[in-house]
């Protein structure tokens, strides 16, 4: 079992910065495949980023359209991975989840179902 906890939230003007953090704690997190997702209201949610575990070597991946404004990291030896979001934009309101799993392979990481654990969401408000 993954116990996630999610901070960082908050209210930001359009072109401002917020870091999301993700504390996990239950089993051994340096091997696990960590995500991002949200959920803008009214809408589906949607993947965001994610980082594999060591034993992927690390790899990242993100939305299309978060791509260069967004980065996702990792701290194994404080069970964290954290999102750092940079020049936010309205369309970037939204409840922000995040997610851990095991065995996901490179092409899966980018689907919700591939993850078996979700924290309780934190809200991103960005504003014009």
């Known amino acids: 079992q993954v116990q996630l906890v999610e901070s960082g939230g908050g209210f930001v003007l359009a072109g401002g910065s917020l870091r999301l953090s993700c504390s996990a704690s239950g089993r051994t997190f340096s091997s696990l495949t960590m995500g991002w997702f949200r959920q803008p209201p009214g809408k589906e949610r949607e993947f965001v980023a994610a980082?594999?575990?060591?034993?992927?070597?690390?790899?990242?991946r993100y939305a299309n359209s978060v791509k260069g404004r967004f980065t996702i990291s990792r701290d194994n030896a404080k069970n964290t991975v954290s999102l750092l979001m940079n020049n936010l934009e309205p369309e970037d309101t939204a409840v922000y989840y995040c997610a851990a799993g095991s065995g996901i392979i490179l092409s899966s990481m980018m689907s919700s179902s591939s993850y078996n654990y979700w924290g309780q969401g934190t809200q991103v408000t960005v504003s014009s």
């Open positions: 980082i594999r575990g060591s034993g992927g070597g690390g790899n990242t």
